[in-house]
């Protein structure tokens, strides 16, 4: 089986920076993406940010040009740089891998791990 642990929540103030991580543990062989959605009370879950196992990024609208993803592949572990936050940033923050291969299978599942709360504060 395949964990994801998150950390690096919690409350900031406006404009202020938080960085999340969120490292893969199991007998992995290999994942295609890792990424972070993020989900607000009352609200769907939407897109935050992506990368390909080549280090391509994807990043929803309203996070654009404030925040960074990146991925260290020998630690199946992402990172999550998130600056200028708002208030409206305010979410569960919950880590993905999809496309996850198993050393001896099983292969090609997606893995979601139990989220983290970030608090802007105005």
């Known amino acids: 089986q395949v964990q994801l642990v998150e950390s690096g929540g919690g409350l900031v103030q406006a404009g202020g920076s938080l960085r999340l991580s969120c490292a893969a543990s199991?007998?992995?062989?290999?994942?295609?993406?890792m990424g972070w959605y993020r989900q607000a009370p009352g609200k769907q879950r939407t897109l935050v940010a992506t990368?390909?196992?080549?280090?391509?990024?994807n990043y929803g609208d309203s996070v654009k040009g404030r925040c960074t993803i990146s991925r260290d592949n020998a630690k199946n572990t992402v990172y999550l740089q998130m600056n200028s936050l708002k208030p409206e940033d305010t979410a569960v923050y919950y880590c993905?891998?999809?496309?996850?291969?198993?050393?001896?299978?099983?292969?090609?599942?997606?893995?979601w791990g139990q989220g983290t709360q970030v608090t802007v504060s105005a």
């Open positions: 990368m390909s196992s080549g280090g391509r990024p």
């Open positions: 993905a891998a999809w496309g996850v291969s198993l050393v001896g299978g099983p292969y090609n599942d997606d893995y």
């Open positions: 199991g007998s992995i062989f290999s994942i295609n993406a």
